[in-house]
């Protein structure tokens, strides 16, 4: 038997027949397996500039080698689709476990993030691509109950199911189930999935984690002190949340963390003693909190975050507006003196004992509570009051 070539893959002669007979009727199947699901889904207007149709390339009479469609990647060994990225697809329609995309076995990588699935709950054969390691289902108009067949998926590194609607639950299974059973995970985004749960202390094994975003998931109670044992995290975000108590000092065990946000979550001053350690932090959102700054030590920590570019303080009691001052002055609750003293390494030099201007600006967002940014030159500095 001479060679051939299935979606892209060359085949030679070998000595089972029969082999490469399956072979081809697996990657034939496949190629069906795309084609069906292209016709069940309509094409709707996409996102200005940014998203195109990608099935629309799908089709025999222009190019019937399917791993060089778009959003299709294939195994170079053995042909088998082991990539689908179809984010920003400008899909419509609903998707059940009958969906044929779920013959496609050996995929690794999985993402339709940004379409429109009509709010139709997330198929319990998702179970079936036991190989991926990477899936994304954010923006999708889910909604119901995340199945917990989508637990058994063992090797994923990566999931990001959030979304703006709300309408997703992690509730039975709910997070702790989650945490327990996808221990590989390197990046997790739940963010507007409805868990109504607190943290479980597992969360800390969960050893490989850089990226962890809980933004709005009606989380409650005490944060366990387990957290800082995310020793890779490089980003946190657990922001408007119902917290009790304060952030656990452990957070300062997280030296690799750049970006953090714990806004509208009302956790109490104390949360500032620990921060001194996050020496690599890039970005900080204390907004809407209760942190208080009206005492002499409240922001001595501030100054040794010397790789900080992004500070929001906007609705936090960090910043007040006099009764007597008009909307184009501002007061802080800190002295100047304490906070930009040792700010020399990349956010603002000059600003100490009353200078009047800044000689170096980064960039600088510390948002007041009318919702200002501070990011241009200040005319005077007199004690903590700006004009």
Known sequence: MGPFKVCGFDFKTVEEESAIIHLMKRLLDERSALLQFKETFLIIKCYPDVGYPKIASWNLEENSECCSWDGIKCNEDTGSV????????????????SSTLFNLVHLQWFCLAYNDFSYSQIPYAVKNRSKLSYLDLSRCKFSGQIPSEMLELSRLESLDLSDFGGMLQLQQPGLRSLVDKLTKLKRLDLS???ISSSIPNSLGNLSSLTDLSLIHCQLQGVIPSSLGNLFKLASLDISSNHFLGDLPISIGNLGNLQYL???????????????SNLTHLKSLDLSDSKISGHNSDSLSWLPKLTKLTDLYLDNSNLVEKREDQSSESITF????KIVLTGFVSGLIVG???????????VEWFATNNLGWQLKTAIKRKTWGHIN
């Open 351 to 361: 600003v100490i004992l009353g200078n009047e201007y800044f000689t170096k600006i």
């Open 82 to 97: 082991i990539k689908l990225d179809l984010r920003l697809s400008c899909l419509k329609g609903s998707i059940n476990s």
């Open 333 to 336: 609750a800190f002295d100047w």
């Open 192 to 194: 507007w999935v409805n």
């Open 261 to 275: 946000s714990v806004s509208s979550c009302q956790f109490s001053d104390q949360v500032q003693s620990s921060l």
